[in-house]
């Protein structure tokens, strides 16, 4: 079965970087478009950077030039490169798979079937 775990969450400050990581098995990465969402307390779960499976790859505008979404698809692994983090940045960040390519909704969380248990990353300044 599709699984997603992901890792790298963690406390930093202002200005800092971390790398998130989702291990993923049970499908062929390289059939699947990825992304990362993150939601914080209170507020709605929001997409911040996907993959399609064709490699296109869409941010939102909040951390356009700051987070970077890669894969290896060898390996099953999708990452989120996050740099200049911001305390605005604290969410629990979700990993989520679906089997086909999205055109337009790459960054609409109910467009993705599967999901993983989600990694906290807190920004303190």
């Known amino acids: 079965q599709v699984q997603l775990v992901e890792s790298g969450g963690g406390s930093v400050q202002t200005g800092g970087s971390l790398r998130l990581s989702c291990a993923t098995s049970?499908?062929?990465?390289?059939?699947?478009?990825m992304a990362w969402f993150r939601q914080a307390p209170g507020k709605e779960r929001e997409g911040v950077a996907a993959?399609?499976?064709?490699?296109?790859?869409k941010y939102s505008e909040f951390v356009k030039g700051r987070f970077t979404i890669s894969r290896d698809t060898v390996r099953g692994f999708v990452y989120l490169q996050m740099n200049s983090l911001q305390p605005e940045d604290t969410a629990m960040y979700y990993c989520?798979?679906?089997?086909?390519?999205?055109?337009?909704?790459?960054?609409?969380?109910?467009?993705?079937?599967?999901w993983g248990q989600g990694t906290q990353v807190t920004v303190s300044s």
């Open positions: 049970g499908f062929t990465l390289s059939s699947y478009s």
């Open positions: 989520a798979a679906v089997g086909i390519r999205l055109v337009f909704n790459q960054l609409t969380p109910s467009k993705y079937v599967y």
């Open positions: 993959i399609n499976k064709d490699g296109t790859i």
